[in-house]
């Protein structure tokens, strides 16, 4: 069945690093992926987005890379800051619109 | 910015009693969801809802479940005899279309059964 699983669980890294945070999908037929970030006590927040004819995409700060041959998705985030402290989470957008989360990386930056 | 808002923030109920979480989505959406979070866990669809009616639901949405769209504003989730297993965070969104269009969460209610 479809599912949308994270490689890891928890990412530290320095203040002015940069993060890359790893997702892998199951669902080949899959055409949208979208990537949130949780903070504490709130609902997830868009990021950035992909449509499976894109290999890369860039916003401010993050880019997601795509890669459909082994079904693989990233989350780079250039000179991470202690405000980027929190679970990031992949989500794949199925038939009917629904989302299929990832298990979710906490990302932990140190000052 | 639109906000989809999420009342109340934090909801407590004995197991057993009904509950009804009510969400107002961004007002030119037309699609709708909610999602719950176990405590710890990843976010998990229970059901869309789209020109008055469900588009899908997830397993976990059984019978005790239901949504409404009562007055073209809010989008209410209501569990009509809730177990202790229905404690979780629970998240509405909306979007303006239904596919690879981005979808707006609330804040979420948090449920706590006793």
């Known amino acids: 069945g479809e599912s949308v699983g994270l490689h890891l669980p928890t990412l530290s890294v320095q203040e002015g690093d940069n993060s890359i945070i790893n997702c892998a999908y199951s669902n080949s037929a899959s055409d949208y992926f979208i990537w949130y970030k949780q903070e504490s006590g709130k609902g997830p927040q868009f990021i950035i987005d992909?449509?499976?004819?894109?290999d890369k995409r860039q916003g401010q700060r993050v880019t997601v890379l795509l890669n459909k041959t082994v079904k693989h998705l990233s989350l780079q985030i250039a000179a991470t800051q202690p405000g980027d402290s929190a679970v990031y989470f992949c989500a794949e957008s199925g038939v009917g619109g629904k989302l299929i989360f990832g298990q979710g990386t906490e990302l932990s930056v140190k000052p | 910015e639109p906000e989809v808002t999420q009342t109340p923030s934090h909801q407590v109920t004995q197991m057993g009693q009904e509950v009804i979480l009510r969400c107002v989505p961004i007002?030119?959406?037309?699609?709708f969801y909610w999602y719950r979070q176990i405590l710890g866990q990843k976010v998990e669809f229970l059901v869309s809802f789209y020109n008055n009616e469900i588009s899908e639901k997830s397993e976990i949405f059984d019978d005790q479940f239901s949504v409404e769209r009562p007055d073209g504003s809010n989008f209410t989730l209501k569990i009509r005899s809730t177990k202790l297993e229905d404690s979780a965070m629970y998240f509405c969104?909306?979007?303006?279309?239904?596919?690879?269009?981005?979808?707006?969460f609330g804040a979420g209610t948090r449920l706590s059964v006793l």
């Open positions: 992909i449509r499976s004819n894109m």
């Open positions: 007002s030119n959406h037309l699609y």
């Open positions: 969104a909306s979007t303006a279309g239904v596919t690879k269009n981005i979808q707006y």
